[in-house]
C-alpha cells in the first residue's frame, strides 16, 4: 500500500507594490522530508503569452519592477527536480492614480474563504473624509451587477467573502478619488 501524497501547491500568494517594485510572497503544501524546491515566477502582461519576466527563486519570495500603468498576471510554480507542483496565479494592476489603494492581496482562510487586504490612500478632501472604500470580488474580470461588494467604513482595510473552492475569482478596490 502506497501512502497519498499531495501534491507541492503554493498557497496565499500576495503582492505588495511599491516604488515600481512588486514583492511576491507565498507559502507551501505538500512537501516530503527534505525536499526544496525552487519557483519559477512568470509576469505577462494580462493577455500576452509571451513572459516579460521569467526568474527563478529558491524561498517563498520574489522581487521585480513593474512600472506601466496596466494588468499583469502572475504565476508561481513549484519545481522539484523535474515536477512541476500546483502554481497560483495573481493579477497585479498598476494604476496611476494617486489616490488609488496600495498593496492590495488576497489570502485564503479557508477553500470556501477569502480576505482582500489593501492600504487605503491617504484622503485629504475634508468633503470625502468619511468616505470608505469598497471592495468587489468577481468571477470575471470586469466589474458587473453578479460580483460581490461591501462597502467599508472609512479606516477599514480588509473585507471577507465566502467564495467556491477551486474557482477563479478577481477583485477590485475602488476608493473616493478628490476629483
Same mark, same amino acid.
Given at each position: 500500500?502506497?501512502?497519498?501524497?499531495?501534491?507541492?501547491?503554493?498557497?496565499?500568494?500576495?503582492?505588495?507594490?511599491?516604488?515600481?517594485? +512588486?514583492?511576491?510572497?507565498?507559502?507551501?503544501?505538500?512537501?516530503?522530508?527534505?525536499?526544496?524546491?525552487?519557483?519559477?515566477?512568470? +509576469?505577462?502582461?494580462?493577455?500576452? $503569452?509571451?513572459?516579460?519576466?521569467?526568474?527563478? +527563486?529558491?524561498?517563498?519570495?520574489?522581487?521585480?519592477?513593474?512600472?506601466?500603468?496596466?494588468? %499583469?498576471?502572475?504565476?508561481?510554480?513549484?519545481?522539484?527536480?523535474? %515536477?512541476?507542483?500546483?502554481?497560483?496565479?495573481?493579477?497585479?494592476?498598476?494604476?496611476?492614480?494617486?489616490?488609488?489603494?496600495? /498593496?492590495?492581496?488576497?489570502?485564503?482562510? =479557508?477553500?470556501? /474563504?477569502?480576505?482582500?487586504?489593501?492600504?487605503?490612500?491617504?484622503?485629504?478632501?475634508?468633503?470625502?473624509?468619511?468616505?470608505?472604500?469598497?471592495?468587489? +470580488?468577481?468571477?470575471?474580470?470586469?466589474? =458587473?451587477?453578479?460580483?460581490?461588494?461591501?462597502?467599508?467604513?472609512?479606516?477599514?482595510? /480588509?473585507?471577507?467573502?465566502?467564495?467556491?473552492? $477551486?474557482?477563479?475569482?478577481?477583485?477590485?478596490?475602488?476608493?473616493?478619488?478628490?476629483?
Amino acid at each position: 500500500v502506497f501512502p497519498h501524497i499531495e501534491p507541492a501547491t503554493v498557497t496565499n500568494l500576495k503582492f505588495d507594490y511599491a516604488d515600481g517594485k +512588486v514583492t511576491l510572497s507565498w507559502d507551501i503544501t505538500g512537501l516530503m522530508d527534505e525536499e526544496y524546491p525552487d519557483y519559477d515566477v512568470t +509576469v505577462h502582461l494580462q493577455g500576452e $503569452s509571451d513572459p516579460l519576466h521569467a526568474i527563478t +527563486v529558491q524561498e517563498e519570495k520574489a522581487v521585480f519592477s513593474l512600472t506601466l500603468p496596466r494588468k %499583469y498576471t502572475v504565476e508561481v510554480v513549484p519545481v522539484i527536480r523535474t %515536477y512541476f507542483g500546483r502554481s497560483s496565479t495573481v493579477i497585479v494592476t498598476i494604476t496611476e492614480a494617486k489616490n488609488a489603494p496600495r /498593496s492590495v492581496s488576497a489570502a485564503f482562510d =479557508s477553500p470556501e /474563504s477569502v480576505t482582500v487586504f489593501f492600504v487605503a490612500p491617504l484622503q485629504t478632501n475634508p468633503d470625502l473624509k468619511e468616505e470608505g472604500c469598497e471592495v468587489n +470580488v468577481c468571477a470575471e474580470q470586469k466589474l =458587473s451587477k453578479k460580483c460581490r461588494k461591501k462597502k467599508l467604513e472609512h479606516g477599514l482595510t /480588509s473585507a471577507s467573502f465566502k467564495v467556491k473552492e $477551486s474557482m477563479k475569482y478577481f477583485t477590485t478596490v475602488k476608493c473616493k478619488s478628490e476629483e
